[in-house]
């Protein structure tokens, strides 16, 4: 698999940090329209998502952001791909491979709570791998 590196710094987070495909992160609710015009936003292993917005959809949507940063990079597959939920304006490769991790997450049967997400449902889903997903 081909992968474009891109760079990024993370801080330490305890250990009792929520995990997924390895990696903890840091799960913030706040309140709606405090991202605008966002609704949600991941950097440095931390995910803030607007309270109305928590869905299977959006956490893993953001935590791909996580992994991308963890691994600086994102598959050569997204490059010039379509976004599938992002507007044109926000469309790259990084929002791409993350929308399409989104929609994989959501057609395994997931749950935000799968992700490690607070109070989310847990399915016992098969959470799909980064890599392994394709546009």
Not at 1 to 14: D, E, H, I, Q, S
Not at 80 to 91: D, Y
Not at 94 to 118: I, N, R, S, T
């Amino acid at each position: 698999m081909a992968l474009l590196l891109l760079t990024a710094c993370a801080p330490n987070l305890p250990p009792d940090s929520p995990t997924v495909w390895g990696l903890p992160y840091q799960a913030l609710q706040v309140p709606d329209g405090s991202l605008a015009p966002l609704a949600a936003f991941a950097s440095r292993n931390t995910v803030r998502i607007e309270a109305g917005q928590v869905s299977t959809r959006m956490v893993a949507h953001e935590l791909t952001h996580i992994w991308q940063q963890a691994h600086q990079a994102v598959p050569v597959a997204f490059l010039g791909a379509p976004c599938l939920r992002q507007p044109a304006w926000n469309c790259n490769a990084l929002e791409a491979h993350a929308d399409a991790v989104g929609e994989a997450a959501v057609q395994a049967g997931c749950g935000p709570g799968d992700f490690g997400w607070p109070d989310g449902q847990i399915t016992g889903c098969r959470i799909p791998d980064p890599l392994e997903v394709k546009p």
